[in-house]
């Protein structure tokens, strides 16, 4: 019997791994935390990925192949992304969309530009990503130093605060946007009166917030993600802390609501521009709609925006050989639902916009500002 | 009163709160030390269980409609505590009662794989996503003039506090006072001694698993409670800090675990405050380094004889 028991997980591996090696299909890994703290974000990339598979499949596929999305879990961790980059290299995938942090994103592309392989992230915005000089790696969304000044630009502007405080995760993503941002309100003359890192996973942020409540401090943006800006929330309010907070699009998310509550009104975040309102992504969008999925997750369009510039450029170039594949896309420019991209030599978009919205806690957002 | 010294108050009702979570556990990896040498590893993810049962329970309660604060408080206290003591009962049973009388390794591998099988198995049953749950007791009580800075002890502060302090005592009364307590006291004295004199030497070492488990999953609770936000992985960070706290305090000494919880709760808060944030960890551990210097035992523990 126990024999019997082995023999069926085995047989049931082969035939698994028989599906995955399937040579009449272009395979795709979309790579990116599936599970953990982050996921939600994972899931927005893997919904807008696996639209435009489905789309371009039922177009014909890419010359006269089927896309086969290999979905690759990283769970936001830089060790994993390595064992995930190891993996698409030995199942020979010459496609990435991914990954999704930028503290996974950086260590995985190394592989990837050194295999030859190319990849498009939908979400990391990290500028480090994209200042090593690499041909195999693109973005479809903008960069932590797009993103920060437009943060800056809002606090100086319309928020005008008297007593600043910047937090971060410590982490590639949170530290980079946190720094930007510091760096653009002290160009324009305005003091950080306190600059600081907590630790992912941290779950008790009161010295924190009685140290900042101390120091009468009035604004608070948040390098990060959502859980701990959420526990950050939930706690200032509890002190009676009553800063205006702002964070980038990582907190972006429902389940900052879930977890801070009526401590996330108001809120505010940057987001990219979104795409679910433009005109002409209408019918996509209606698309997503009759599958019961929520198209208006930050980078669900990028993502489907990837999957479709690798699409295009191999149907463009009647080639998988990447290298031809990477030359072709830095040169082009392709129509997508976020719009007409086109590269810079370092696989950066030539232009990506965020936009400043007031988070309300229902989950749902305004637009404050272009 | 000035301004730094109700600072200074406030920091020190923050680390309370923190040390108290802390102390909980730390005395479930005293206790267990104490008793079979062993650092039972999978302690954290044994809180982590708690703190999850806590969220199951009480949204239950609210789907069968009960929602009368103290009887939901009661209720879930009580499942949480049965449920999350069975599966500390269960993990000895399976991972280290086979392993008795092996080199002291072999138990903390397996205390190891315990952990790691308990995080991977909550994830698969409850899902990888962080689960939030809304504040059930909110508001609190604040001191000082309303202009400036005003010390804020929230009611949940004080639950922690005093439900922690409670337990404390709980604890300390059943080991000086009760049968079992005594029995237990003589196993950690030493175990082949007490087994002749009739002690069911694998019955204490189950029912210290099972107190073990109780309180942290009282600390899962609280927490559950305090944060309301539970994920697979809470556990490690939290039983690594208890640890700690547990070797500051004199590991095997239940009064030490629970002042070296109180501690470290203290100096995370302060060294946040007056340092940095980025810092709390290295000067958490830099106490311990250096207590250790001077006291090898922790603040209260036993000089060990090697026994011959």
Do not use: C
């Given at each position: 019997m126990k024999k019997f028991k082995v023999n069926s997980i085995f047989a049931a591996v082969i035939a698994f791994t028989a599906v995955n090696t399937n040579a009449d299909t272009l395979k795709i890994a979309i790579a990116g935390p599936v599970t953990g703290p982050v996921a939600q974000y994972g899931e927005m990339q893997v919904i807008g990925a696996k639209m435009a598979i489905e789309q371009i499949n039922a177009a014909g596929g890419v010359n006269g192949k089927k896309i086969e999305a290999v979905l690759l879990d990283d769970v936001c961790e830089p060790k994993q992304a390595v064992a995930v980059a190891n993996r698409v290299v030995n199942e020979n995938i010459r496609y990435v969309v991914g990954h999704l942090c930028s503290g996974s994103t950086q260590p995985a592309s190394d592989i990837y530009e050194d295999e030859q392989i190319i990849m498009i992230t939908p979400a990391?915005?990290?500028?480090?990503?994209?200042?090593?000089?690499?041909?195999?790696?693109?973005?479809?969304?903008?960069?932590?130093?797009?993103?920060?000044?437009?943060?800056?630009?809002?606090?100086?502007?319309?928020?005008?605060?008297?007593?600043?405080?910047?937090?971060?995760?410590?982490?590639?993503?949170?530290?980079?946007?946190?720094?930007?941002?510091?760096?653009?309100?002290?160009?324009?003359?305005?003091?950080?009166?306190?600059?600081?890192?907590?630790?992912?996973?941290?779950?008790?942020?009161?010295?924190?917030?009685?140290?900042?409540?101390?120091?009468?401090?009035?604004?608070?943006?948040y390098g990060g993600y959502h859980p701990e800006l959420g526990l950050i929330l939930r706690q200032s309010r509890e002190q009676g802390f009553n800063a205006k907070y702002m964070g980038p699009e990582g907190v972006g998310n429902k389940d900052i609501s879930t977890i801070a509550g009526e401590a996330s009104e108001g809120l505010l975040v940057?987001?990219?521009?979104?795409?679910?309102?433009?005109?002409?992504?209408?019918?996509?969008?209606?698309?997503?709609?009759?599958?019961?999925?929520?198209?208006?997750?930050?980078?669900?369009?990028?993502?489907?925006?990837?999957?479709?510039?690798?699409?295009?450029?191999?149907?463009?170039?009647?080639?998988?050989?990447?290298?031809?594949?990477?030359?072709?896309?830095?040169?082009?420019?392709?129509?997508?639902?976020?719009?007409e991209v086109s590269y810079k030599e370092n696989g950066d978009l030539n232009s990506f916009k965020f936009v400043v919205y007031s988070w309300h806690a229902d989950a749902s957002k305004t637009a404050l500002a272009d | 009163m000035s301004q730094f010294i109700l600072e200074f108050i406030q920091q020190i009702i923050n680390g309370l709160t923190l040390g108290s979570i802390y102390a909980l556990i730390a005395i479930g990896y005293t206790m267990v030390y104490g008793i079979i040498g062993m650092i039972n590893f999978a302690h954290g993810e044994i809180y982590m269980i708690g703190a999850y049962i806590s969220i199951v329970v009480i949204a239950a309660l609210a789907m069968i409609g009960?929602?009368?604060?103290?009887?939901?408080?009661?209720?879930?206290?009580?499942?949480?505590?049965?449920?999350?003591?069975?599966?500390?009962?269960?993990?000895?049973?399976?991972?280290?009662?086979?392993?008795?009388?092996?080199?002291?390794?072999?138990?903390?591998?397996?205390?190891?794989?315990?952990?790691?099988?308990?995080?991977?198995?909550?994830?698969?049953?409850?899902?990888?996503?962080?689960?939030?749950?809304?504040?059930?007791?909110?508001?609190?009580?604040?001191?000082?003039?309303?202009?400036?800075?005003?010390?804020?002890?929230?009611?949940?502060?004080?639950?922690?506090?005093?439900?922690?302090?409670?337990?404390?005592?709980?604890?300390?009364?059943?080991?000086?006072?009760?049968?079992v307590g005594k029995a237990s006291r003589a196993v950690a004295q030493d175990r082949e001694m007490a087994n002749l004199l009739g002690i069911d030497t694998d019955q204490i070492i189950s029912i210290t698993f099972v107190i073990g488990a109780a309180l942290a999953a009282v600390a899962g609770l609280l927490v559950g409670l305090y944060y309301g936000i539970v994920n697979a992985y809470i556990?490690?960070?939290?039983?690594?800090?208890?640890?700690?706290?547990?070797?500051?305090?004199?590991?095997?000494?239940?009064?030490?675990?629970?002042?070296?919880?109180?501690?470290?709760?203290?100096?995370?808060?302060?060294?946040?405050?007056?340092?940095?944030?980025?810092?709390?960890?290295?000067?958490?551990?830099?106490?311990?380094?250096l207590v250790l210097l001077f006291r090898p035992t922790g603040l209260m523990g036993k000089p060990e004889v090697e026994k011959v």
């Open positions: 990391s915005t990290s500028p480090g990503i994209t200042e090593r000089g690499f041909k195999m790696v693109f973005r479809t969304i903008g960069l932590d130093s797009q993103q920060g000044p437009v943060a800056g630009k809002y606090i100086v502007e319309k928020v005008k605060p008297t007593k600043l405080a910047i937090i971060h995760d410590k982490q590639q993503y949170g530290q980079g946007i946190a720094t930007e941002v510091k760096n653009y309100v002290e160009g324009a003359g305005f003091e950080v009166v306190l600059f600081e890192g907590v630790n992912k996973d941290q779950k008790n942020f009161s010295a924190l917030i009685t140290k900042m409540k101390s120091k009468g401090v009035d604004f608070v943006y940057t987001l990219p521009a979104d795409f679910t309102k433009l005109a002409e992504n209408s019918e996509l969008v209606n698309l997503f709609k009759s599958k019961n999925e929520d198209a208006s997750g930050p980078f669900v369009m990028p993502a489907y925006a990837a999957v479709q510039i690798i699409a295009d450029t191999i149907t463009a170039t009647k080639t998988e050989d990447t290298v031809i594949n990477a030359e072709y896309i830095h040169k082009s420019s392709f129509k997508t639902p976020i719009g | 009960i929602t009368a604060l103290p009887v939901v408080l009661l209720l879930t206290l009580l499942m949480t505590i049965i449920i999350t003591s069975l599966y500390g009962w269960s993990v000895e049973r399976i991972a280290y009662r086979p392993l008795r009388g092996r080199h002291r390794l072999v138990p903390l591998i397996s205390a190891i794989g315990m952990s790691i099988f308990l995080q991977n198995y909550v994830q698969i049953a409850q899902g990888a996503r962080d689960i939030a749950m809304q504040p059930l007791i909110s508001g609190g009580w604040r001191f000082g003039d309303a202009g400036g800075f005003q010390i804020y002890v929230s009611y949940m502060q004080v639950i922690i506090a005093l439900v922690t302090l409670a337990f404390m005592i709980l604890l300390s009364l059943f080991i000086l006072k009760s049968r556990g490690f960070i939290v039983g690594l800090k208890a640890f700690t706290a547990a070797v500051l305090g004199g590991i095997g000494s239940i009064p030490g675990a629970m002042l070296g919880g109180v501690l470290l709760g203290l100096v995370e808060s302060f060294s946040s405050a007056y340092l940095s944030t980025e810092y709390k960890d290295v000067v958490a551990f830099s106490v311990l380094i």
